[in-house]
């Protein structure tokens, strides 16, 4: 049996406060909206019941951010890509935000269990003035659990459309890939973190970016496995790969908060759903 399902938000701002709307259809969900840092900015957390995709499980995310909202996307755990006796499965995310909008995209990472055939896309639309952070993060197998990445292969896509774009093909069997130090140099975490603007930056700002997640991964020890990039004036990229999830992730976290305290001026702060 297979699950397919849909889940479209509408982040709006009225009086000073963000506000949700959701719609769904099949087994996907979104928690009660939290405001931890005043009414401005709307937490929400996805959650998927069945826990994980099988092959022929298609699920598909849309989020809009009107002018002036505010909203945060989490999820309460991994998503998890299973085995698959044959067909694909496919996670769709769209990502709309309109002038002076903000969103932070931070769902924990994607496993890609041995013998998955998956699918991760991720689209990013922002109007003129409206800006995003986000990350994605991928492991591959669960090396600490003695259930490594043996078979399979997974398809990840990311895009801002006109602006940015990558794709990458994972494949157990390319041990090239896999193994090399051109590649992935034995590494089975892989994750990006982004600062995307409709516009171009300026200058400085988008430099401001750069120094400040160079000068957390200078003093972090995935240091000689991660960088910081601008592949266009309207995108900052951070790249890591680690041989495990948690110090990636832990990373991330460290770049994303310095980069909501120098780039928008705003405390750091933590999901409520990662504590429990």
């Known amino acids: 049996m297979t699950w397919n399902a849909s889940l479209a938000l509408d982040y709006t701002h009225q009086a000073g406060k963000t506000l949700a709307h959701f719609r769904h259809n099949g087994p996907l969900r979104i928690l009660q909206s ?19 995709l099988v092959g022929g499980d298609t699920l598909d ?3 809009t951010a009107a002018p002036g909202a505010h909203g945060l996307v989490t999820t309460p755990g991994a998503t998890r890509f299973y085995r698959s ?24 990472e994607a496993i890609c269990y041995s013998g998955c055939l998956a699918e991760n896309r ?6 003129p003035g409206a800006e995003l952070i986000g ?10 659990a003695s259930l490594p990445f043996e078979s399979g292969s997974f398809r990840q896509h990311i895009e ?12 157990a069997s390319d041990t090239l890939l896999m193994n090399s130090p051109l590649g992935m140099a034995g590494h089975r975490c892989v994750a990006s973190l982004f600062f995307v603007a409709g516009s171009k930056l300026e200058r400085n700002r988008r430099q ?4 400040c997640a160079r000068e957390v991964i200078g003093a972090h020890s995935l240091s000689a496995t991660a960088g910081a990039t601008s592949p266009d004036g309207q995108v900052v990229v951070v790249r ?23 780039l928008w001026q705003l405390a750091p702060s933590t999901p409520r759903i990662w504590s429990m």
């Open 61 to 63: 995310l849309t989020f």
């Open 122 to 127: 991720l689209t990013m639309t922002l109007a």
């Open 85 to 108: 006796a044959g067909e694909p499965a496919l996670q769709r995310t769209q990502l709309d935000l309109q002038a002076g909008a903000r969103m932070e995209w931070l769902p924990l």
């Open 160 to 171: 801002v459309p006109g602006v940015w774009l990558e794709r990458a093909r994972m494949d």
């Open 208 to 211: 401001q970016a750069l120094d």
């Open 34 to 52: 939290l405001y931890p840092e005043g009414d401005a900015i709307c937490h929400n957390v996805i959650v998927h019941p069945p826990g994980g």
């Open 240 to 262: 890591v790969l680690s041989p495990v999830v948690e110090p990636a992730m832990a990373l991330l976290k460290q770049v994303w908060q310095t980069w909501r305290t120098q």
């Open 135 to 144: 990350w994605d993060v991928t492991a591959l197998g669960l090396p600490a």
